[in-house]
């Protein structure tokens, strides 16, 4: 009887990690560190009781290789984890705008561009620096102060 149990717990929780790939519920996941290694550890010493040391070996290396793989993650995450910010289409349009003018005031200021990737991505973190500048983590200019006059 108690092995109907084990083996029923041991496919739930097989389906929840299966279900924890899928899932963008924290929950889950919580759950799956949790439940993991407290059943591998139960699954181990239940092995163990029943005298049979050969069928706690892989329970065992399993359990290792989970320690194992949450503490790889922990050494690799990134310290400090970065938000990503959505821009709405008016701090593009007037990012843009920004960036046109500030190019016909002084267009030696800019290099030249040969539409290769690195030209966008130089383009594209200029205009995010813009609109960075003017969030409200910073606050020091509003866009509309930005904007020069046409000098003629």
Do not use: H
């Amino acid at each position: 009887m108690i092995e109907i149990i084990n083996n029923c717990f041991g496919s739930f929780l097989i389906a929840l990690v299966i279900y924890a790939f899928f899932s963008k519920r924290q929950w889950v996941d919580f759950a799956v560190l949790g439940l993991t290694p407290l059943y591998l550890i139960y699954l181990i010493g239940f092995k163990l009781g029943t005298g049979d040391l050969s069928a706690a070996i892989i329970p065992f290396v399993v359990l290792l290789a989970y320690i194992g793989t949450i503490i790889w993650k922990i050494k690799n995450a990134p310290e400090d984890p970065q938000e990503l910010r959505s821009y709405t289409r008016d701090e593009l349009i007037t990012a843009k705008k920004i960036y046109d003018q500030n190019y016909l005031a002084d267009p030696e200021g800019f290099e030249e561009t040969k539409g290769t990737y690195e030209d966008a991505q130089v383009t594209i973190d200029y205009l995010l620096g813009i609109i960075d500048a003017d969030s409200e983590k910073f606050k020091k200019i509003r866009y509309e102060s930005k904007l020069q006059p046409a000098e003629s």
